[in-house]
């Protein structure tokens, strides 16, 4: 198989890009959503959760209250490297037991908005990189999102800049463009990405 991460900043379009690779054949494999399964109600996630930061984390419902974590890491940076060391290795692992029912010859492609942060870049075949000007990611948050600018500036440096990314990227979608744009750019990358899983037209297979 091909093991594709995909990542890029806040607002640079990223889940079009994947639902478009999805869309086109590719196992698409979301670590956003994989983050919430791992400490959903009753796991044991949830629990480590709790017993690192009190039960004020949770709903009334007994699952996690996100916007409370939030206010707990936010700024807290020993608070919120205790979060990623319960979430990130579950979500690995559940990515990992994904990945190993995929049939051989597969594009798997692993969405991870943090994949620079996280140090990630060296273990995927290509790492696929949407890439915005910082002003368009800025205008598309205030503008699409209803984010406060300096809420939205907050977020974008919170990530890795993006000449950080582009210095990890073994394709690149400028998604600054048209749907239209963004249409033709996935299908140059997709042929690309199937040349390299074995599948293009100079390839047997």
């Known amino acids: 198989m091909l093991r594709v991460g995909l990542t890029g900043g806040i607002g640079s379009g990223k889940s079009a890009v994947s639902s478009r690779l999805a869309d086109r054949g590719a196992v698409v494999i979301d670590s ?3 983050a919430r399964e791992v400490v ?3 796991t044991d996630g ?3 959760v709790v017993r690192a930061f009190g039960d004020g984390v949770l709903t009334a419902a007994g699952e996690l ?9 936010f700024g807290d ?4 490297r205790t979060l990623e060391a319960i979430i990130h290795p ?4 559940r990515a990992a037991e994904i990945e190993a029912a995929v049939p051989a010859g597969a594009v798997v492609v692993h969405d991870i908005p943090l994949l620079v942060e996280t140090g990630q870049a060296d273990a995927f075949d290509v790492v696929l990189v949407v890439d915005v000007p910082v002003d368009v990611q800025l205008e598309r948050l205030t503008a699409q999102r209803g984010m406060a600018e300096a ?12 000449e950080q990314r582009l210095a990890v990227a073994g394709l690149v979608v400028d998604n600054s463009g048209t749907l239209a744009d963004l249409d033709r ?3 140059e990358v997709w042929a690309e990405l199937q040349r390299r899983a074995g599948h293009g037209p100079d390839t047997k297979g």
């Open 185 to 187: 750019r996935i299908a």
């Open 65 to 73: 209250d996100r916007p409370a974590v939030g206010r707990i890491v």
């Open 151 to 162: 809420e939205a500036k907050q977020r974008m440096a919170s990530q890795a800049t993006r």
């Open 32 to 34: 956003d959503v994989l």
């Open 46 to 48: 949830l629990a480590e």
């Open 77 to 80: 940076e020993a608070a919120r």
């Open 90 to 93: 579950r979500v690995r692992a």
């Open 40 to 42: 959903a109600k009753g």
